[in-house]
């Protein structure tokens, strides 16, 4: 009995030409996939980097300083921070990470003063913003300057946070740090 040579490479053609047809289907429904699940979880708010306070802005002509005040929020003495991560879900859950949060100036330079913070989101333009709180008797912060915060944002801010400032404050309402916005995430629910 004689073969059919010529069937074995269309066979082999065509498993090939199968063979990237479903590869380029995986890839397909894998980015789908991957775009799905990015754009439900863009809709938190992600802050990365922090700025201490610098307390004044500058001296007026008279002598008179110009106080560095954030959503009507007045500045703590100097201090800086090394490094801040924070995320803000839809349902008001925070977390932020703090590293190095210590005093700039003064004899206590290079100290955390005994302080403990706690973060505030405001939400809004500047003149309306809405504020947002985690705990007020905040957390403790390390010797090192160092400080985790994990509660819940009372009241819980809108699903749409326009012009988002997060301040790192005491529990007697002045600010130590901010946040920097991430603008990788959330660009259609958080304008600037």
Not at 39 to 54: A, H, N
Not at 147 to 154: G, Q, R
Not at 165 to 170: C, E, G, K, S, Y
Request: hydrophobic letters at 40%; proline letters at 6%.
């Amino acid at each position: 009995m004689k073969r059919n040579c010529s069937r074995r490479p269309l066979d082999r053609t065509m498993a090939r030409t199968m063979g990237r047809g479903l590869l380029a289907a995986w890839v397909v429904l894998t980015t789908a996939g991957i775009a799905t699940a990015r754009d439900t979880s863009d809709t938190s708010l992600r802050f990365r980097g922090g700025i201490g306070v610098v307390p004044v802005t500058g001296v007026a002509a008279g002598g008179t300083a110009n106080l560095n005040v954030v959503r009507g929020v007045s500045p703590a003495g100097p201090w800086r921070i090394a490094d801040l991560e924070a995320t803000v879900r839809d349902d008001g859950d925070i977390t932020v990470v703090g590293r190095g949060l210590l005093l700039a100036a003064g004899n206590g330079i290079g100290t955390n003063a005994g302080a403990s913070v706690h973060a505030t989101l405001f939400c809004g333009p500047a003149a309306g913003a809405t504020e947002h709180d985690s705990d007020l008797a905040g957390v403790a912060l390390e010797p090192d300057g160092d400080f985790i915060i994990h509660d819940s944002l009372t009241p819980a801010p809108p699903t749409s946070c326009d012009t988002p400032v997060l301040l790192i404050r005491n529990g007697s309402g002045v600010w130590f740090a901010a946040g920097i916005l991430d603008r990788r995430f959330g660009p259609s629910h958080h304008q600037e």
